[in-house]
């Protein structure tokens, strides 16, 4: 072929191009790892670039003796799980409504349900509700307050109108009733569809710090997010202080080390999940 | 008199009939209503009930009286918001940090789902492009952290390398020109792959016959990007144009609180980083909701903008 030649250069700068891409955004990663690893004199003069020099696991046993990180990672565990679990359920079963073509209302409510796209109360407002429901400081006001993710319940309501008709009418014709065909046939088989939106509202409270941030007082309540935020403000104080600091071990260490511990489980999902990822953004942008 | 009252008769009776209907209608959904009931609270109590708690932008909040029972104070706090020297500043940051983002953060995803395009070496593309995703996973603390790290003046990387070519070291935390080419970078290296997800799904939706007629007629690879890939995607291009334009004003502030500090207020500080500390760290609790409240007016109005804009050039619109 006459342009097989003239695309080789093209060809290496392309890949060249993108192989540089892919090592930038991966090496930040690998760099935190590096540095949670190394030894504190190698960190405070800075010659740590990719492996961990003076390997140790100080930071770690530093980190896990004492009783924040611990805390913090059970309490992230017990908002992630309870907050998905109630994210899942809400959206499973307020879809379901939607999805029927001659539901009571369905105009109205749908067009109520859009509207919070564009119009929402914004911060203050919604602190002073949930402020008024008695949830400041108590696990309520991280899983409640977004229990409905307006896109996702539109997503999932798209998914069940494409179902096929048949199997509800079947189950219809044999007497069952709205939640029975909801429970047992229309869940059942929205598993990818759960699947995908699940992981949203798994990383959504996975990764979240603001929401816990304003309304969690109690040090014993924050999330790993949290408690890595005040570590961040640490280590930039210690930064514009330019100080040499004195502690045996670096602020940096026990940071990344934190950062690492918080992401092992969004990295073992990563590669199962990006499929999902990838469907639940063109469905997201499809809506949107 | 008699066609009156028979006229009469048959409204009463069309009207009780409706009633009827409706009623029929609720009895038959019943169970799908008791299903609904949860979503129905939610959406009222979260979604808006804040927009009804809006109202104590007109009054003084008073903690023990409520939203309902403070006192109505009119304008005075959107007065005092015009009129104070915050105002212009925070106009001003939060265009500006919305253009630049938009600016330079709107091109890169095209550009990297062109070129993924281009890799012949399926595998190849595959593992960037999954790499590429990472970044979404990671937290804002997390994204954040590694700026300040890698910025770092003692042990950073970048000024480790400034220092290396002979340069002096810089301040980029505390310094603000460096702001905003901070947090459009991070942001960058941050959503460029899972934003070219829908680019690269546009891309796979070209007809390939397009490229096969191209090829026959000998055309270069250049000229198939620009000629075919380019213009196929425009459409795509357009909407999240549209949709980027129209949430320029929608900063992600979550970044800001964790990148700035009063050193770099005079640049990093927008609308909604300003509502955060008056509203909840100052507990100037109607005075934010007045900032809050322009700011939605604000960020709506540019969406509306930039979907009439775009329906007069192009005729195409998001709503």
């Known amino acids: 072929m006459v342009g097989e030649k003239r695309l080789s250069l093209f060809s290496i700068v392309n890949t060249i191009l993108l192989t540089f891409i ?9 760099y935190i790892i590096a540095i949670s690893f190394s030894d504190t004199a190698s960190i405070v003069q800075g010659k740590v670039f990719l492996w961990p020099l003076g390997f140790n696991i100080d930071a770690y046993v530093q980190i896990l003796s004492e009783d924040r990180v611990p805390r913090a990672y059970l309490n992230t ?16 079963i307020a879809a379901y409504p939607l999805s029927r073509v ?38 309520w006001a991280i899983v409640i307050p977004n229990a409905i993710w307006t896109i996702e319940l539109l997503i999932l309501k798209s998914f069940y109108e494409n179902m096929s008709d048949s199997l509800r009418e079947s189950a219809v014709i044999d007497g069952a009733s709205e939640y029975r065909i909801l429970f047992s046939i229309i869940i059942p088989l929205s598993k990818p569809a759960l699947a995908s939106i699940g992981l949203f509202y798994f990383m959504g409270h996975w990764n979240s710090f603001f929401i816990p941030m304003i309304y969690l007082n109690d040090v014993n309540k ?11 403000i640490f280590a930039t104080a210690e930064q514009t202080n330019s100080l040499v600091d004195r502690v045996t071990l670096a602020p940096e260490a026990m940071k990344n080390a934190t950062i690492f511990i918080t992401m092992i489980p969004v990295l073992m999902i990563y590669p199962f999940a990006q499929k999902y990822f990838a469907k639940g953004v063109m469905l997201g942008s499809e809506k949107g | 008199m008699q066609q009156a009252n028979l006229e009469q008769a048959r409204i009463t009776k069309s009207e009780s009939s409706r009633w009827i209907k409706i009623w029929r209608h609720i009895k038959r959904d019943r169970q799908l209503l008791i299903l609904f009931i949860p979503c129905i609270i939610f959406y009222i109590l979260f979604r808006y009930g804040p927009l009804y708690g809006m ?40 265009i500006l940090l919305g253009f630049y983002s938009l600016l330079w953060g709107f091109p890169f995803p095209i550009i990297f789902a062109i070129l993924l395009n281009e890799v012949r070496f399926i595998k ?18 997390i994204i954040s952290s590694m700026v300040i790290d890698f910025l770092s003046p003692n042990r950073g990387l970048i000024n480790q390398f400034i220092a290396w070519i002979g340069f002096e070291k810089i301040y980029f935390l505390i310094a603000p020109e460096w702001f905003r080419t901070i947090y459009v970078a991070s942001d ?16 796979a939706g070209i ?7 191209a090829r026959v007629d000998g055309c270069r690879r250049w000229h198939m990007m620009r000629y075919i890939t380019l213009p196929s995607l425009m459409p795509t291009i357009l909407i999240m144009f549209i949709i980027n334009a129209g949430n320029m004003f929608r900063i992600g502030y979550e970044k800001i609180l964790l990148l700035y500090n009063p050193m770099t207020y005079e640049v990093a500080d927008v609308f909604s980083t300003y509502v955060y500390r008056k509203g909840l760290l100052e507990t100037n609790y109607s005075y934010a909701s007045a900032v809050g409240i322009f700011e939605a007016v604000i960020a709506l109005i540019m969406l509306a903008l930039t979907n009439v804009i775009s329906r007069k050039m192009g005729g195409r619109s998001i709503w």
Do not use: C
């Not at chain 2, 960058?188 to 891309?203: E, Q």
């Open chain 1, 102 to 139: 001659t539901f009571f209302g369905r105009k109205f409510f749908m067009i109520a349900i859009v509207l919070t796209m564009f119009f929402n109360g914004g911060m203050i407002p919604t602190y002073l509700i949930v402020q008024q429901l008695g949830m400041i400081d108590t696990i």
């Open chain 1, 222 to 232: 924050y999330p790993l997010q949290v408690v890595l935020r005040d570590m961040l």
């Open chain 2, 55 to 94: 109202i104590i932008a007109f009054k003084d909040y008073n903690v023990f009286r409520g939203i309902l029972d403070s006192n109505w104070v009119g304008l005075k706090h959107f007065r005092n918001f015009f009129d104070s020297a915050d105002f212009w500043l925070l106009f001003k940051n939060t």
């Open chain 2, 188 to 203: 960058i290296w941050a959503t460029m792959g899972y934003a070219a997800i829908i680019y690269l799904a546009a891309i």
């Open chain 2, 124 to 141: 190849f593309k595959k593992t960037v492009q999954t790499l590429s995703y990472l970044p979404a996973f990671l937290s804002v603390v």
């Open chain 1, 22 to 30: 892919a090592i930038a955004t991966v090496y930040p990663v690998l």
């Open chain 1, 77 to 92: 565990i017990l908002y992630t799980g309870l907050g998905t679990f109630i994210n899942l359920a809400m959206t499973a």
């Open chain 2, 207 to 213: 007809n390939p016959t397009l490229y096969e007629a």
